[in-house]
């Protein structure tokens, strides 16, 4: 008889009754839980690894204790719930990329790849600093504010230095009837009436060409080349000077604007400056000047023939 009576017993806790643990956290009561191996693995996972994302790691200083009993079938597990309230007294650690230049951070990023390919661009965009700008891994309790590959790449480039070759810029020497090739191409700065010619007379040497047209005509570059002179000098009033070989020069002189700057980089047909009558003027023009080697030539042989 006391083997059925256990028997019914036992039989009853089954259908009634079914095997849980009860959580606990800091003495505190936080639920229940069927399996406590799956609770406790996945709180272990998030302190190890993080969430996969930005967060690396985890401390966690205290862990849930687990007490086995028995409860009617109703009462329902609730691991979310246990879960987020373990990991709310955690204090994550976020993993980043920090993007450094002279030992100073200066950029975050969430990937390695991220920082691969900004210290790619700048190489392949040959940043001065590309040598000296490099990334490492970071942890910290702080989370970053990332900033985009674009971003940072405009932000840390830095223009190699131009090195400017010096052009010795001498006083022209005259050369009457030279019309040898120049070796490039030259194109009309401005179109207008030719009101002065090269060569010699009463009061000097003329050499260079003036077309008169109206003030403000942009002056086009009659070639390709680097401007080595743009300032104000003396008779000639605002003057740009281009250097096209190392010995073709072009001047443009009395402009009333100069557009360029030395050591830029210029094509031919690119507006440099525009008509004037500053300095040595009556009117507006263009005093036009191609020197060879320091040696003026006419430019009617080469334009406005």
Do not use: W
Not at 204 to 209: E, P, R, V
Request: net charge positive; hydrophobic share 35%; glycine share 8%.
């Amino acid at each position: 008889m006391l083997l059925i009576g256990l028997a019914i017993i036992g039989f009853l806790v089954f259908v009634v009754y079914r095997p849980m643990y009860s959580v606990s956290l800091n003495g505190d009561f936080i639920g229940y839980t069927e399996d406590r191996s799956k609770l406790q693995k996945k709180i272990t996972n998030y302190m190890n690894k993080g969430d996969n994302n930005t967060i690396a790691f985890v401390e966690i200083d205290d862990l849930p204790e687990y007490n086995l009993c028995l409860l009617k079938k109703g009462l329902t597990a609730n691991d979310d719930e246990i879960f987020s309230k373990v990991i709310s007294s955690g204090v994550p650690y976020y993993k980043y990329y920090a993007i450094i230049e002279n030992n100073e951070e200066k950029y975050y990023v969430q990937s390695y790849t991220e920082a691969e390919a900004i210290i790619d661009q700048l190489k392949q965009q040959n940043s001065q600093n590309k040598d000296s700008v490099t990334y490492t891994l970071k942890y910290g309790t702080e989370l970053k504010e990332f900033t985009n590959k674009e971003t940072a790449v405009a932000a840390l480039y830095k223009q190699m230095p131009v090195v400017k070759k010096k052009t010795k810029i001498v006083t022209a020497k005259y050369v009457n009837n030279s019309n040898s090739a120049l070796g490039i191409a030259l194109a009309q700065p401005v179109s207008g009436t030719i009101t002065s010619r090269f060569g010699r007379r009463s009061s000097g040497t003329h050499t260079g060409l003036d077309i008169a047209t109206s003030l403000g005509t942009p002056i086009r570059a009659a070639a390709s080349g680097t401007v080595i002179y743009s300032a104000y000098k003396g008779s000639y009033g605002n003057l740009v000077i281009i250097a096209h070989t190392d010995s073709i020069q072009t001047y443009y002189a009395h402009c009333s604007k100069l557009l360029v700057n030395v050591g830029q980089q210029v094509n031919q047909g690119d507006i440099i400056a525009a008509v004037g009558s500053t300095g040595n003027s009556t009117g507006p023009h263009l005093h036009l000047e191609i020197r060879v080697n320091g040696e003026a030539r006419n430019p009617q042989y080469y334009l406005y023939n």
